[in-house]
């Protein structure tokens, strides 16, 4: 089956990148494209986007050895790929991306952190902004460059990937520094904010589980319902 016709943003920030790519990933996708599951993909995230109806399995399975090829590229490169992938229109694109950026997290540098956070401000959903959120996390290596910053930008996802870019550390985590961006942006009311605080305190308390309890009830008036909830999920802590 052929791919649908698209046209592609021409700004990568005139990086370069490999004029072929983009035509084999075509043909690594084509066969696992079934419209008939578009729909209800679309549906699931609020018809945003659009999509080829590929699942996730076969788009990696696809994409693996082209992105695996792509090793030893630098950052420059990578980051141009993804750009390419980011200016189409249907999802599964984007997905793409962000397995190469993922896979080859180790290639970027802190100083690549500003441009990695830029792909968050673009084609924005939890679904692409929470795995940037990791690959930044990686880059970070316990460290915390560009992340105050973030935490104040005016754009909500960016916010999103400050809360989140500790999880998984476990002993690694700045407690401080986590307790303090919760209490930073508790008083939001945005509902991705507020899951965002609980998702990652809640990920800590696998660690510490003592340490959130008696953060979330000390400061259970100004954390919103969903982040205590979210934050208490999985232990039950006294009232």
């Known amino acids: 089956m052929q791919l649908v016709v698209r046209q592609a943003s021409n700004d990568w920030h005139n990086l370069p990148m490999s004029s072929d790519f983009l035509p084999?990933?075509?043909?690594?996708?084509?066969?696992?494209?079934?419209?008939?599951?578009a729909p209800a993909m679309r549906a699931y995230m609020r018809d945003q986007f659009d999509y080829l109806g590929i699942g996730t399995p076969q788009r990696r399975t696809a994409a693996?050895?082209?992105?695996k090829a792509l090793a030893g590229s630098g950052a420059d490169v990578l980051l141009a790929q993804a750009w390419q992938l980011w200016a189409l229109p249907q999802r599964e694109y984007q997905y793409v991306a962000l397995d190469l950026l993922a896979m080859h997290w180790k290639e970027f540098k802190i100083d690549d952190i500003p441009r990695l956070l830029q792909f968050c401000r673009e084609k924005s959903w939890w679904d692409t902004v929470d795995?940037?959120?990791?690959?930044?996390?990686?880059?970070?290596?316990?460290?915390h460059e560009h992340m105050d910053a973030a935490l104040k930008h005016e754009n909500m996802?960016?916010?999103?990937?400050?809360?989140?870019?500790?999880?998984g550390w476990r002993e690694h985590v700045d407690v401080n520094r986590l307790f303090e961006y919760s209490l930073?942006?508790?008083?939001?009311?945005?509902?991705?904010?507020?899951?965002?605080?609980?998702?990652?305190?809640?990920?800590?308390?696998r660690h510490d589980a003592q340490t959130v309890r008696t953060f979330t009830l000390e400061q259970k008036h100004r954390l919103s319902p969903l982040t205590f909830r979210e934050a208490n999920k999985h232990f039950k802590a006294p009232e």
């Open 184 to 205: 930073a942006l508790a008083h939001e009311k945005e509902f991705f904010i507020q899951k965002a605080i609980g998702w990652a305190l809640r990920d800590f308390a």
């Open 131 to 143: 795995a940037l959120a990791s690959t930044v996390g990686d880059v970070l290596r316990y460290g």
């Open 157 to 167: 996802w960016m916010r999103r990937v400050a809360v989140l870019h500790q999880l």
């Open 24 to 37: 084999q990933l075509d043909s690594a996708l084509a066969p696992f494209i079934d419209p008939s599951r």
């Open 64 to 67: 693996k050895p082209l992105l």
